[in-house]
T-cell receptor, first 113, second 111 residues
């Protein structure tokens, strides 16, 4: 079965700092990869996704992620974070029979103004 | 357009009581349906997923069960709640490999 690991559970940054959140998955076949974000008190919403093609994916609000197949990774990046980026971020993988969607444990990001 | 309804939004139940959380999807056919539990510091844990009516896969053995009596209805149940069942439960749907859409969630407190 596939699994997803997010190694950073809590990240604290100052505004304008650069962000990189790690995500690794375990599955040997074709995968679809996602990053979801949950702002305080709000629903989970899609940040960006990768299905195929260019491994560098751009999402909303200046976020991007790079799929590195050889490393089974899909790290999320943002060059300069804002206070409004404070949220919990989840990496997810959709693969295998039935397209089961599996999430990582999440990373809580706090951006200090 | 597609929408997902999940209810109730909050629920307080005594230990040993039964549970039934319902989720319905509108505007799509034959969706994949999911139940997740979100616990503080533990992210999103997949509990059950379903690719069709009557087809349920359980990811985590526990005190809960799921059923899909209709194409767009997904029910999370328990016969006797435990304190450890407290948490935030999320229903979600997706079609094929497209992104998942989440319900508003149910905050369950077992007392």
């Amino acid at each position: 079965a596939q699994s997803v690991s997010q190694h950073n559970h809590h990240v604290i940054l100052s505004e304008a700092a650069s962000l990189e959140l790690g995500c690794n998955y375990s599955y040997g076949g074709t995968v679809n990869l996602f990053w979801y974000v949950q702002y305080p008190g709000q629903h989970l919403q899609l940040l960006l996704k990768y299905f195929s093609g260019d491994p560098l994916v751009k999402g909303i609000k200046g976020f991007e992620a790079e799929f590195i197949k050889s490393k089974f990774s899909f790290n999320l990046r943002k060059p300069s974070v804002q206070w409004s980026d404070t949220a919990e971020y989840f990496c997810a993988v959709n693969a295998g029979a039935g397209n089961m969607l599996t999430f990582g444990g999440g990373t809580r990001l706090m951006v200090k103004p | 357009s597609q929408t997902i309804h999940q209810w109730p939004a909050t629920l307080v139940q005594p230990v040993g009581s039964p549970l039934s959380l319902e989720c319905t999807v509108e505007g799509t056919s034959n969706p994949n349906l999911y139940w997740y539990r979100q616990a503080a510091g533990r992210g999103l844990q997949l509990l059950f997923y379903s690719v069709g009516i009557g087809q349920i896969s359980s990811e985590v053995p526990q005190n809960l069960s799921a059923s899909r009596p209709q194409d767009r209805q997904f029910i999370l149940s328990s016969k006797k709640l435990l304190l450890s069942d407290s948490g935030f439960y999320l229903c979600a749907w997706s079609v094929e490999a497209i992104e998942a859409f989440f319900g508003q969630g149910t905050r369950l407190t077992v007392v």
